[in-house]
């Protein structure tokens, strides 16, 4: 399994050394696993929610978790994208669709408990679906908040274990089995994970049915 990077106009490789903990190599190979199949599988995110963050994004754009490339498209003209991810299988789909994206894009495999960024390197950071699956998301929030500039946005878009007492006892019982089958825990309270990173929380929307998708935006302490 090659540590390979990926890139539309200008390959700096960056992401060879990167280093992925071994919790995430594990999620890494579930997702290179059911990578035939996520495009086909995957309904989550609806285009226009998909759009709305990018449309807020600007310059130097990090999204985590970019998996096969499915926001490609809603990238934003003028702004400079770093895309990673831990599944090289996963990174190999999205690398065949670049030419979807209206804009340069970077690809690396890269974990997001360990990014391989300075301080205050993004203008913007986002991520749709992604820290159900981190194995420490408080540890993966923290570097979002590291690599993010003072004053940047950070974009979230995440399920969530619901609100209701049953449906959230429900996700809790069904959590171990999702875990095995798709790597992807269903019960994360990924809005208190945000603000326990240190990341001031600026708004949650609510979308979908059940209201356990969330449009989550923070921006770095004391900006
Ligand atoms: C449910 S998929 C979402 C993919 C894409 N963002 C989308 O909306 O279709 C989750 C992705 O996060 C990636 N991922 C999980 N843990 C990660 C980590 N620690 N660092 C970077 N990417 C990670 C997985 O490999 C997978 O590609």
């Not at 999620?27 to 609806?46: A, E, K």
């Not at 089958?181 to 979908?208: D, F, H, K, P, Y």
Request: hydrophobic share 40%.
């Amino acid at each position: 399994m090659a540590p390979e990077t990926s890139v539309r106009k200008g390959d700096d490789r960056q992401g060879k050394d990167a280093i992925i903990l071994p919790a995430s190599r594990v999620t890494g190979r579930r997702y290179d696993r059911i990578s035939p199949l996520y495009d086909f599988c995957d309904r989550m995110g609806r285009p226009e929610w998909r759009k709305r963050i990018f449309d807020r994004t600007s310059g130097e754009v990090l999204e985590v978790g970019v998996g096969t490339g499915k926001n490609f498209p809603f990238y934003r003209p003028g702004t400079k994208v770093t895309a990673i991810d831990v599944a090289p299988r996963m990174l190999e789909r999205a690398r065949r669709r670049l030419g979807e994206a209206p804009t340069p894009v970077r690809l690396l495999l890269a974990d997001v408990q360990a990014l391989p960024f300075p301080a205050a390197s993004f203008d913007s950071v986002i991520d749709t679906f992604v820290f159900c699956s981190v194995p420490d998301p408080v540890l993966g929030l923290r570097e979002i908040a590291r690599v993010c500039k003072p004053g940047g946005l950070v974009l979230l878009l995440e399920h969530v274990r619901a609100e209701g007492r049953v449906a959230g006892a429900l996700m809790d019982l069904m959590n171990p089995f999702m875990v095995r089958v798709v790597g992807a825990n269903i019960n994360r309270r990924t809005v208190e994970n945000v603000r326990r990173a240190g990341l001031n929380v600026e708004s949650v929307e609510s979308l979908g049915p059940g209201g356990i998708i969330k449009l989550i935006t923070a921006r770095p302490v004391g900006t």
